[in-house]
């Protein structure tokens, strides 16, 4: 099975600070990435799909690269409503799975 | 706007079951893949079964395979799974959610439930 590697698991950063969340793949995976945040006592909201490609309504401050093993989320200018828990998140096609990783915990410093 | 609305959490025994439900509302519901993730307290998410818009494929975690069904009903809008043999790692809140694009098998998940708790405990 495909495993997910993110790092750091946890990340204190400063309103206006520019983030960087890895996350490695232990096999190529092509594109088939996405990210989600997640609040405290909320469900994930989709970030990135598809390495790169931007969910509708989702600020522009976010965005994703890479492929194969290794991928990038970016927060260009971090906000207030941007503390929270980060996951990526891959699907496998055979066989057909879905695996996330372990998450990336962002708070204020 | 899209809403999924799960119920049918509770607490339950070790080796008892439980059927949860997800009410959908806002889209074409029968044009959809809808997924079951869940994340235990404290802890990560877990994707735990995935069904085709029209219940043609089913697939799921090694972890709940052969005790839990996922499944639906187009006709009234609501996904379903049934799970069996509950054990105390199956403790978790439950959230169903949507695949992004239509007549996909496997994607991403636009759109999530609030989520209903299960607590296996004796």
């Known amino acids: 099975d495909i495993q997910l590697t993110q790092s750091p698991s946890f990340l204190s950063a400063s309103v206006g600070d520019r983030v960087t969340i890895t996350c490695r793949a232990s096999?190529?995976?092509?594109?088939?990435l996405a990210w989600y945040q997640q609040k405290p006592g909320k469900a994930p909201k989709l970030l990135i799909y598809?390495?790169?490609t931007l969910q509708s309504g989702v600020p522009s401050r976010f965005s994703g690269s890479g492929s194969g093993t290794e991928f990038t989320l970016t927060i260009s200018s971090l906000q207030p409503e941007d503390f929270a828990t980060y996951y990526c998140q891959q699907l496998n096609s055979y066989p057909p799975s879905v695996t996330f990783g372990g998450g990336t915990k962002v708070e204020i410093k | 706007q899209v809403q999924l609305v799960e119920s049918g959490g509770g607490v339950v025994q070790p080796g008892g079951s439980l059927r949860l439900s997800c009410a959908a509302s806002?889209?074409?519901?029968?044009?959809?893949?809808m997924h079951w993730v869940r994340q235990a307290p404290g802890k990560g998410l877990e994707w735990v079964a995935f069904i085709r818009y029209d219940g043609s494929n089913k697939y799921y975690a090694d972890s709940v395979k052969g005790r839990f069904t996922i499944s639906r009903d187009n006709s009234k809008n609501t996904l379903y799974l049934q799970m069996n043999s509950l054990r105390a790692e199956d403790t978790a809140v439950y959230y169903c959610?949507?695949?992004?694009?239509?007549?996909?098998?496997?994607?991403?998940?636009?759109?999530w439930g609030q989520g209903t708790l299960v607590t296996v405990s004796s």
């Open positions: 598809a390495a790169s």
């Open positions: 959610a949507k695949d992004n694009l239509d007549y996909g098998d496997l994607l991403y998940f636009d759109y």
């Open positions: 096999q190529g995976i092509s594109s088939y």
């Open positions: 806002g889209f074409t519901f029968s044009s959809y893949g």
